[in-house]
T-cell receptor, first 113, second 112 residues
Framework: EAGVTQFPSHSVIEKGQTVTLRCDPI?????LYWYRRVMGKEIKFLLH????????ESGMPNNRFLAERTGGTYSTLKVQPAELEDSGVYFC???????????FGPGTRLTVL | DAKTTQPNSMESNEEEPVHLPCNHS???????IHWYRQLPSQGPEYVIH???SNVNNRMASLAIAEDRKSSTLILHRATLRDAAVYYC?????????????FGTGTRLKVLA
């Protein structure tokens, strides 16, 4: 069974540009989460989808970040415009039920120059 | 903020048991204790979780203190592949939110 996949694995962009990260959860998992680790700090929660609905977006840092999950399958996280402080590793995770263990993807390393 | 306290780092010899401690003195009745680990260049990986009773699975054992203010993750025979950062996380499963709040974790080094 395929795990959570993320694309791209690494993205290097200039400040002010736009980047879109993609996450494909494990098939059948209704719950999808985004987390990130920036500047060597702890991994921080960004938001939680249940199917296509945003269940909890309390961790989204500001309105430069837009997450979508149209159709309740894969999700995208767009950063527009990117700032230097957005550099870090963005993780996606999915779970069958909200209370189940979360399966994490390998992450996308974002570098903003 | 994370509600757990863990040592920054620990070392273990290969094939010996490892006991990773975690303090969570402010734990509430609906908090489950979850352990994840993160191997180099990978996303976090589920290890084990529990509420009150000790738990065992193929990866590890979780020993939970009677007052639930601390717990210990036990790796019965450490291997080099167990070298990772181990996170002890409390998750409130009474409020409908299932996010994890990660702390700094314990970096485990396994010596050959």
């Amino acid at each position: 069974e395929a795990g959570v996949t993320q694309f791209p694995s690494h993205s290097v962009i200039e400040k002010g540009q736009t980047v879109t990260l993609r996450c494909d959860p494990i098939s059948g998992h209704d719950n999808l989460y985004w987390y990130r680790r920036v500047m060597g700090k702890e991994i921080k929660f960004l938001l939680h989808f249940v199917k296509e609905s945003k269940q909890d977006e309390s961790g989204m840092p500001n309105n430069r970040f837009l997450a979508e999950r149209t159709g309740g399958t894969y999700s995208t996280l767009k950063v527009q415009p990117a700032e230097l402080e957005d550099s870090g590793v963005y993780f996606c995770a999915s779970s069958q039920g909200g209370w189940n263990e979360q399966f994490f993807g390998p992450g996308t390393r974002l570098t903003v120059l | 903020d994370a509600k757990t306290t863990q040592p920054n780092s620990m070392e273990s010899n290969e094939e010996e048991p490892v006991h990773l401690p975690c303090n969570h003195s402010t734990i509430s009745g609906t908090d489950y204790i979850h352990w994840y680990r993160q191997l180099p260049s990978q996303g976090p990986e589920y290890v084990i979780h529990g509420l009150t009773s000790n738990v065992n699975n193929r990866m590890a054992s979780l020993a939970i203190a009677e007052d639930r203010k601390s717990s210990t993750l036990i790796l019965h025979r450490a291997t080099l592949r167990d070298a990772a950062v181990y996170y002890c996380i409390l998750r409130d499963e009474g409020g409908g939110t299932y996010k994890y709040i990660f702390g700094t974790g314990t970096r485990l080094k396994v010596l050959a």
